[in-house]
């Protein structure tokens, strides 16, 4: 099961609903007027009940950061920052730095009476603490019925004497190992063992123990699927539904045996269909009383319900929906940006609500009548009257009674309408969370949010008191504008990552090949029939010494015509051998899989990399020959523009089998240089793809010439050639610096200095600091160190983990790295496929004893037998040793494998000193929630490309230009702006356009 | 006698005035209504009979091409260029390929008649060339009166005839060489002795031949100085004049004796001080009939009247004073602006309208009234009736009668005013031009642009018939804003050089330090003084190896506090020693006269060089060191900047010995490397002072280490330290390969790979074609090649010359050689100075030998005798080699002295095959007039600082980038805005910002 897909997992729960007064569009005749009259009726009445009800309960509005936060968005950005990390700050000292380091962000002005206690310094600390710790649980306790089930029991019961019904939900940290999968669900069983008990013991309320066809029960559990298991990854749909219907088995089972009501909660969009299937897996294999949430949010809401209805009338069975919003609205949005795929979620506020009242009516018009009948309840999780009053007119227009309707709201939100909901004789169910502070704080801060938004309904109806009009109106609008389209086709301008000079490619600024998308059903098939489809053609390693000597001749020969061909037409050659790829992208990955052992997505990316290099070098470099005047001299034109160096030799690595190899290539010929590549004995197949496709697109034979061969023969002659002007390599450092070496003699004949472009090894290391969110630290090292079995300059080989957070990322790590799956790379559940080669494994397995000598073996995960005969290739599990220091071989030499030295840092100080302590400068990384240690790492933690609170591999084209010093490479940058600068010479021209006196342009 | 000062000399004449109209101020009231009422009256009289006025010569505006050129500005200025290089055409496919050249540039729409003649191709070649040739010459011919003396007698016998006299002026090249000077006085001679006695039997005409005061001769000659004299250079104010006194003595004498009055023309503003300071000395010396045109263009005007008026009174002299306008507007304007000088000319015609009538009446009120008495008499230069009128209504004010005053207007322009001139009794003498097609093409372009404009005012009052109240304003403005004084004022935000980042030193963009203006009689005391009062402290290249370990030790322990200081403050470094040098300015280049020999010019160069680079880089480095942010992705914050590389090695050439020194050492310092410098040995002293100046200005002593030895000890080790990260050097190829391959071993304890810095030599051409203005050609090439006795990696040192070019260029070339003074370089009109030493006089004269070996020795300027043991250093006279075939070792091998390869072409494909042909790609030039030949040379002249129809050394720092490939280098370009680039090193970070699914900024 592949678990590299990293992401951040915030609780799920119902969302509130906004105002529905969010521009855009037209608003159109209702389709049905009386309903909409209706509608506006009950809202109305709704809406007065509510606003004349008197909790007892006071707002979080009246906290007062809450009401800071309102006013000042800085501040709250940075004070719900502080407070989602919180829990992890051990003692008073940690508290009051990190709120005093948050508050000190630029352009946050504190509210003035912490202002006042900051300004009185640490003679306040205690005060300022003690307030703070105060506060953030008193506003926590808002939200959370209590630590565990025992302590929310008195909550619980409040809830239900007050007149509501009840779902319990485990609040819970990503669930990263099988251990913590199996906590997970002892504690589900846990709650549904025992609370139908005492549950029962509770006075009896027809209202909410019974709907239109009988009665439902008292206890009601959500639970999310990806806490059940550690290897949930939609790449793996099937595997994953195995995984996760093994595990739900005695929990379904137990709920089918207490008569407990088992509520699927949705998360993110990337697991919807997953769970679609898995939930309707469940229900036909386990009779329990089954709900499932469904947001409104999706572009594909209507189409989601579809589904479930048509499925549920199909199978003759009864289930619940409960029709959220949608809670994570900012993640889909911006991970699909940053990833470049549709935007899943509707863009306006509007459009979820509309949508929200058409899914409603669909359920509403597939509710069953009778108690045989298949088809869904619905549960309405919204705290947006309009929303609610446009269903129970639905309801009634369908001649059904109100308890054929659940309404469903958060604890602690929404106190005006359920009282109104109970005035109504409504059956509303509270979204009761239990959990500790840790993972409380992603659920607190959400809630937070959600009242302090402008977009809140809640807040528009009971904190700003917007017109009754406004609240109610209708949410059914026709727009030709759509900015969640907009957001991904405009992307390209508004990123910018590249020039987009005229007349190249599409004239539009580069922007970054969105990967597969392996959620989609389709993208998987399509990939798998490639994978099945595609062999790796034979290309012997034949070349020899002579070989090199013609092709440098042939190149050299064939220079000046490059060189002299416009610089569009070299651009359009990239252009079209990136269409190409993008026609034949599986195929390619496929090859990839096949002839380097990379699994699924590390092969995507490969191939995304290979055309985003075309895209990005055809654009970077049109500026480069266009010449640039400086200065506006009347009678003198200045100038500067480049030119191509000569012949290039490509020397390639096999571990980016296409995308470095291209990158090279493709960067000295669009800069008119010829090339010579010389692939890795280890991939020829893919580059020698390659250069057919470069060929196609229109690249002349005589001018990128292939030669496959070994590196002490055609490298080494390539490299002395004094016809080779340009050695673009990248590779290991003593390679490297041999040819550093060797190129720094000029042979007799040579008439110019060659010119050295270079990227070796890296020692990377990620700090993981005491504040770090260890649910993205543990998975994203894991991902780092692990993924291509390390075998990237770029992978993570240290962990260099502060103070207390020691024991637990290791004892995470270690747990979230047994659960990856050794196997067939071609095989989308495997995480870890085989090392590229015998030599490799040997290495790989030296360090692995060097390693026990030098700390403690912490893990070494088994390659399944037979494996390595079956897949041909050798296999070295991932390995962990701890307790690694500073002058260890495996704290200093580069393994390129799956060998991960975990180190122990006293403080953040002396996690940078070790980061630092190699020759090596590539990568690193810092996991931390402390802005001035992510600050002083961007200062003082020396890599080419350092990333904060996300993993290291993995740089894109023009988003993070690629590459290091000190040993690691002479500081070219792949994807880079200054990278094809490189490739070319500086020429200047300064022409004095005065004649007899004069000069054109003179006013 | 300094000649290196190489300018534009266009033929002198009076200028045709503007309407004075032109925009800009407020109208003032006049100072006496009175006289301006009269003045309005006078010229509208004279404006109605001058537009009443029959003459029978079509204006120049009827001409076909004129018409044209009229109403498109493009074609304009092509077609008066190729009447520019018309002459210079030997055949009819010369003029024709030129002509459609000029034709075909951007922009250009050809007349219809024009553009089918060229469609029919060249099947018309015949009729257009044809036609074009008669076009031109009936042009010519419309303002110049013959070829020479005698075929001139017909045209100014019609002008005594027509009742106008007239005043002779002979048009010519530059000159170059003494035997142009030669030719020149003799063709004087010839008109002073010959002309008088011809015109003496034409018929009388009293209003003619006398003034108020009584006779004056018929014959009238006009002289430029320049012509007569090949050491015209106003930095040797003293020896220029001498020199022209000698040459000028017998054509004063022989004016005296023949009674033939003598007119000295003004020319551009550098000679104006020194033509007025000789006019009166000549005066003194020679009792000739003497006048001497003013130019009221000039800011300077009031005061040089003034000057001339109490010179002429305290002598008892009578002069002519021909007031004119000026004749050099843009090439003052546009000069200026490059030298980064004030303008010295008004910027608006209207301001030189008022300067001339101020002018005019100061000259009035100074006329004598009576024989014996001193002061000057007034001849007006100018077309503009409103001018001549406001200086006729002053002299009736003053009661002086109109004979007084003489009116001169240029032959073939102003017909109608000549009409009524003579209608209304007045003297008007024609300025007639007598010489041949090449220099008369000078005159007839400036005439053809003149009356082209739209600030004519002949224009405007005869083609455009513009009112008579526009005609006749008052020029007499105050004004707030003036468009000269800003032009240099705002130049750094026109030009935009480089950045502007807020903060570093003004907040301005770089602009380039402007040279001394030597035409200063106050600029050349105080360098003088400098040059009196300066000594070169000493320094001994006493290092050792040890010395230079012990100071990489310390560069290495002041690394990290350096780097971390902040940018701005390391910028300050900079500025502040720019700020010194700025201060000391004259006092360093003293130090550089003395020790490194160069001549003054040179000195001041290398300074303001210096400076240069420090303000540059301090701007240039800012954006290194501030975060880009790539792209706008929410929940993604890519950033790249730069860091820098540790300790710099600056290994520094003697022949800049403070700015190329000071270049490398502040690009190192500024982007926050330590450094330590090695000096040349020539020239440690400078060096030595640029490091205490740098201390001074803020850089740690431990950052800036200061080393001088041997390079073979100190120079040896500091390339090979391991502690070095970065070497820049600039010298000879041998070492700069040298340090290259060092440089490329990884020495045990290495954690870098070292980066080299490397500018080498040069065998630099430039490229003579056959349109070439030979004027430039010669002096430019002069001065590339013998600047500084060649010792620059820039210099000349062939110069291919194609086909009938060679004769004329070479004949020119060595007779401008031949004027050149060697002499002790302290002295201000030495243009040869020393070479650096003993080693380099030995190689140089070596290269003498064998170029005497391989082609014809055609010159080697003789060193006065005591001159080496007066300056003590060795001298080596420039020598010019011809018939040097490109296998010659002169075609190939850097002499790095002043020795010049002449080189033939048969054409241009041939030139610039010669011309790529050495290994060096460094610098190179091409004069030529073929559009066609400069694109292609952009293109295919293969260097990496071309420079076209201009000298080929002095680039300056954000204009020209220096820097060339091959063997010169390894394409750094000093100066420019990669440079920086190479001392840093590129980091990159990709910060995940989004927490809990949330990340600020999304919309």
């Given at each position: 099961m592949a678990l590299f897909f990293t992401r951040k997992k915030p609780a799920a729960q119902p969302a509130p609903s906004p105002a529905p007064s969010a521009p855009g569009g037209r608003t159109v005749e209702p389709a049905d007027p009386a309903l909409e009259a209706r509608t506006l009726e009950v809202g109305a009445d709704f809406l007065a009940r509510a606003r004349a009800a008197k909790t007892n309960m006071l707002a979080v509005w009246s906290e007062g950061l809450m009401d800071w936060a309102m006013q000042d968005e800085a501040f709250k950005v940075q004070i719900f920052r502080f407070v989602d990390c919180f829990p992890t700050l051990k003692d008073n000292d940690a508290v009051y730095d990190h709120l005093t380091d948050y508050l000190a962000q630029p352009g946050v002005t504190p509210p003035p009476f912490v202002a006042t206690a900051l300004k009185?310094?640490?003679?306040?600390?205690?005060?300022?603490?003690?307030?703070?710790?105060?506060?953030?649980?008193?506003?926590?306790?808002?939200?959370?019925?209590?630590?565990?089930?025992?302590?929310?029991?008195?909550?619980?019961?409040?809830?239900?004497?007050?007149?509501?019904?009840?779902?319990?939900?485990?609040?819970?940290?990503a669930c990263v190992s099988d251990e913590e999968a199996e906590a997970y669900r002892r504690k589900y069983l846990d709650l549904i063992e025992n609370l139908p008990g005492t549950v029962a013991t509770w006075g009896a309320n027809p209202r909410l123990e019974t709907d239109h066809l009988g009665a439902i029960p008292r206890t009601n559990v959500s639970i999310k699927i990806s806490s059940l298991s550690a290897r949930v990854d939609p790449i793996d749909t099937e595997g994953s539904i195995r995984g996760l219907l093994e595990n739900l088995g005695p929990i379904l089972e137990a709920a089918k045996r207490k008569g407990v009501f088992v509520n699927f909660d949705m998360e993110q969009f990337a697991l919807k269909d997953l769970t679609l299937e898995l939930f309707m897996r469940a229900c036909e294999k386990h009779d329990f009383q089954a709900g499932l949430a469904m947001q409104a949010y999706l572009r594909s809401g209507d189409d989601d319900a579809r589904r479930v209805i048509e499925w549920s009338k199909r199978t003759g069975r009864q289930v619940t929906v409960r029709l959220v919003k949608g809670a994570y609205w900012d993640y889909e949005t911006i991970n699909a940006e940053q990833q470049g795929w549709p935007v899943p979620v509707w863009s306006r506020k509007v459009d979820t609500d509309a949508s929200f009242e058409r899914m409603a009516r669909a359920f509403v018009a597939s509710t069953p009548a009778t108690k045989g009948e298949g088809g869904v309840k619905l549960a309405l999780g919204s705290h947006n009257a309009r929303s609610i009053a446009a269903t129970i007119a639905a309801l009634e227009k369908r001649g059904l009674p109100n308890s054929a309707l659940e309404l469903q709201m958060l604890y602690g939100m929404g106190d005006q309408l359920k009282a109104a909901s109970i005035e109504m004789g409504l059956r509303l169910r509270e979204y009761a969370p239990i959990g500790e502070l840790i993972p409380g704080m992603a659920y607190l801060v959400r809630r937070l949010l959600e009242n302090s938004s402008n977009e809140s309904w809640l807040k528009a109806g009971f904190k700003d008191n917007a017109s009754t009009e406004r609240l109610l109106a209708s949410p059914h609008r026709a727009f030709d504008s759509d900015p969640g389209v907009e957001r991904i086709a405009k992307a390209p301008e508004r990123h910018r990552l590249s020039a987009s000079p005229a007349g190249i490619s599409n004239g539009r600024a580069f922007y970054t090949e969105p990967m597969r998308n392996f959620a989609l059903s389709d993208v998987r098939s399509s990939f798998n029939a490639a994978i099945a489809r595609t062999s790796v053609p034979a290309v012997a390693n034949a070349g020899t010494a002579d070989d090199a000597k013609r092709a440098v001749a042939a190149?050299?020969?064939?220079?000046?015509?490059?060189?002299?061909?416009?610089?569009?037409?070299?651009?359009?050659?990239?252009?079209?051998?990136?269409?190409?790829?993008?026609?034949?992208?599986?195929?390619?990955?496929?090859?990839?899989?096949?002839?380097?052992?990379?699994?699924?997505?590390?092969?995507?990316?490969?191939v995304c990399e290979a055309i985003d290099f075309c895209e990005y070098y055809a654009r970077e470099g049109a500026r480069l020959f266009e010449p640039e005047r400086l200065g506006q001299f009347v009678g003198e034109l200045d100038e500067q523009w480049y030119q191509p160096r000569g012949v290039a030799a490509v020397i390639a690595p096999w571990n980016f089998p296409l995308a470095i190899c291209c990158g090279m290539t493709v960067a000295a010929l669009v800069t008119g240089n010829t090339v010579v590549v010389k692939p890795a004995e280890q991939t020829p197949s893919i580059a020698r793809t390659m250069c057919e496709i470069l060929w196609r697109a229109g690249a002349p034979r005589e001018a990128l010439q292939f030669v496959a061969g070994p590196g002490e023969t055609v490298g080494a002659t390539l490299v002395r050639d004094p016809r080779v002007a340009l050695i673009a390599f990248t590779g290991s450092k003593a390679v490297g610096l041999d040819i550093v070496q060797a190129s720094g003699i000029v042979a007799p004949g040579q008439e110019f200095v060659k010119k050295v472009v270079c990227e070796m090894g890296g020692k990377n290391a990620v700090i993981i600091d005491t504040s770090a969110d260890l649910d993205e630290a543990v998975l994203a090292v894991r991902q780092s160190a692990f993924g291509f079995c390390g075998q990237k300059c770029s992978a993570a080989s240290r962990a260099i983990v502060v103070g207390s957070a020691y024991e637990p990322f290791l004892h995470r790590l270690v747990g979230a790295t047994r659960a990856l799956v050794v196997g067939d790379p071609a095989n989308p559940g495997t995480d870890i496929g085989p090392v590229i080669d015998e030599e490799a494994a040997r290495k790989i397995r030296s360090y692995i004893e060097i390693g026990k000598s030098e700390g403690r073996h912490e893990l070494?995960?088994?390659?399944?037998?037979?494996l390595e005969q079956k897949v041909g290739k050798p296999f070295v599990g991932p390995s962990i040793f701890s307790g690694i220091k500073p002058e260890h071989r495996l704290a200093r030499e580069e393994i390129f494998g799956p060998v991960l030295a975990v180190m122990p840092a006293k403080d953040f100080d002396e996690a940078l000193e070790i980061a630092n302590a190699p020759e090596y400068k590539l990568t690193g990384g810092v996991f931390s929630r402390?802005?001035?240690?992510?600050?002083?790492?961007?200062?003082?933690?020396?890599?080419?490309n350092l990333y904060l609170n996300r993993g290291i591999t993995g740089a894109l084209v023009g988003r993070q230009p690629f590459g290091g010093f000190g040993m690691s490479g002479i500081g070219s940058k792949a994807g880079g702006r200054d990278y094809l600068l490189q490739f070319v010479e500086p020429r200047a021209v300064c022409e004095n356009t005065m004649r007899r006196g004069f000069a054109p342009g003179l006013e």
């Open positions: 009185a310094g640490v003679l306040m600390k205690g005060v300022v603490t003690k307030t703070m710790s105060t506060q953030i649980t008193s506003m926590a306790s808002k939200f959370i019925c209590g630590t565990d089930a025992a302590s929310s029991l008195p909550a619980l019961r409040k809830i239900w004497d007050s007149g509501l019904c009840f779902s319990v939900d485990l609040l819970g940290e190149a050299h020969a064939a220079f000046a015509a490059w060189r002299d061909t416009p610089y569009a037409t070299r651009a359009a050659v990239l252009v079209a051998a990136a269409a190409e790829m993008r026609t034949r992208r599986d195929e390619l990955s496929a090859a990839i899989v096949k002839e380097s052992g990379k699994v699924w997505r590390e092969a995507d990316a490969d070494t995960l088994e390659v399944p037998a037979g402390k802005p001035a240690h992510l600050a002083r790492a961007r200062r003082e933690f020396r890599v080419g």
